[in-house]
């Protein structure tokens, strides 16, 4: 029998650490769902503009109440093309369920709720990413990157690396977080026995080693009894008998407690003085360079929304004397809209006329910097490394500016093209809100990193100054 003192800290533990859950964990959940989900959307945008994937017509149909794994079963080989495009459109719109639509709470979150979103998240094994694994969603998925990788487009090449290797990490969060949150879901369903019935159960540690059957069959009726609508969790009753009546039983628990045991992140500045002040610099920008994924995703967007303004607005000829322009090597007239852009400098909104097409070269040109930018090993990162902490600090400044205006500009045309496109095709308009946010949240994480490793730097200096008086 449990002992009060051992329930009253396991009941107070569980209680502390289901707060630490709540305050920390669970946030960093959501905001892993919908980095993934936007990671995802420009991979599969990406595969879809190579012709590797087709749309799905069943995606807009789906209605989803709740996550579940994505079909593995094999298939034949003249329908991969058709079968693997409704699986990513599946495991696609389940994330958009995640991000968007979940919650993300305790009560919420039971175990076959659990089960059920870690099976959905192992639709392919982004850590095990080959041409050759035992898994068929997780091999053709491998094989449609390794043709994109291989390809003659080194951007798309760069980008299908980049978002394998970012799916790869925000999966490994995710799956980080959910095994902290099934073992406390675990925790409480044994706790939930523990104070139902399960002292009036009156077992013996002699009972228990030496007539298991009996002892279950008390159990499966004190449960049916007391919790009816609860799942039976053998393995969890195994744990509690082990818990409370082996031989072994102190340690077992002590073992639990220390699981338990929250201990509160506390942030200490490090004295200790920094190989090189250099890399740290190179890692905010990297991390600055990642929007490149929510970006591209952004242009392919207002792309098609152009396209759709375009057919709108041109009449039969028009568009015939455009056909004949491009013929004869003239240029046609650049598309300018006028857009709307808040001042920040004085609170009012002003209207600025934006060539359409000049921005996107130019902003497909900062994409094709930041795809290279991201890799780590690549020729243009270490030719920034190279040079002195100033240098770099001034080439992350331009850049975090010019991604600022940019992300205004975007979010001009976002609004242009959902209040220009007649109200009958408003319908087929895509927002990039998401993308916009993806992108900010990007550029914080980068800033914040670049501001902690300038902070250190001139730690480390006043410290010097401080040896050298004393």
């Known amino acids: 029998m449990p002992d009060d003192p051992f329930l009253e800290e396991l009941t107070k533990k569980l209680h502390d650490y289901a707060g630490e859950l709540e305050r920390t964990h669970l946030p960093a959940l959501k905001n892993d769902s919908a980095n993934l989900k936007v990671t995802f959307n420009g991979l599969l945008g990406l595969l879809k503009r190579k012709n590797l994937l087709t749309d799905d017509p069943y995606q807009f149909s789906e209605k989803i109440s709740e996550l579940k794994a994505v079909p593995n079963e094999p298939f034949l080989e003249n329908q991969k093309q058709t079968v693997v495009s409704i699986r990513m459109h599946n495991f696609d719109s389940q994330l958009a369920y995640l991000a968007d639509y979940y919650q993300f709470s305790l009560d919420y979150l039971t175990l076959p709720r659990l089960k059920a979103m870690t099976q959905m ?72 026995l523990r104070t139902s019935f399960w002292e009036g159960l009156n077992l013996a540690v002699e009972e228990v080693s030496g007539n ?195 992300v205004e500009r975007l979010n001009g045309l976002d609004l242009y093209f959902k209040t220009e496109v007649p109200k009958e095709k408003r319908a087929m308009v895509k927002g990039i809100k998401a993308e916009v946010a993806q992108i900010r949240t990007t550029m914080a994480n980068a800033n914040k990193q670049r501001h902690e490793a300038v902070a250190r730097r001139e730690e480390q200096e006043q410290l010097k100054r401080l040896g050298m008086r004393s």
């Open 121 to 192: 998240l192992r639709y392919v094994r982004w850590e095990a990413l080959t041409e050759n694994h035992q898994e068929l969603n997780t091999k053709y998925v491998a094989e449609m990157l390794g043709r994109v990788k291989k390809g003659d487009d080194t951007i798309s090449a760069g980008l299908a690396n980049d978002m394998a290797g970012q799916m790869k990490s925000h999966i490994a969060k995710i799956f980080e977080t959910l095994k902290k949150v099934t073992f406390y879901k675990r925790e409480e369903y044994k706790l939930l």
């Open 212 to 406: 298991p059957e009996n002892v279950q069959k008390k159990i499966k009726k004190e449960f049916a009894s007391h919790l009816k609508g609860q799942p039976f969790i053998q393995e969890l009753i195994n744990e509690l008998l082990e818990e409370d009546f082996s031989h072994h039983s102190a340690s077992v628990r002590e073992e639990l407690l220390t699981k338990l045991k929250v201990t509160k992140a506390v942030q200490e500045k490090s004295t200790k003085a920094v190989a090189d002040p250099r890399l740290e610099l190179m890692e905010a920008v990297r991390t600055l360079a990642t929007y490149n994924i929510p970006l591209d995703a952004s242009l392919r967007k207002l792309q098609e929304n152009a396209t759709l303004l375009d057919t709108n607005q041109d009449d039969l000829g028009e568009r015939f004397q455009r056909w004949l322009r491009s013929l004869m090597g003239i240029k046609t007239k650049p598309r300018v809209f006028t857009i709307d852009l808040f001042d920040p400098s004085t609170g009012a909104t002003k209207h600025e006329p934006l060539e359409f097409d000049l921005f996107l070269t130019e902003t497909t040109s900062r994409l094709r910097l930041l795809t290279v930018m991201t890799n780590r090993t690549g020729s243009q990162f270490q030719a920034l490394l190279q040079r002195g902490e100033e240098e770099i600090l001034q080439w992350f400044e331009r850049q975090f500016l010019d991604a600022a205006k940019m």
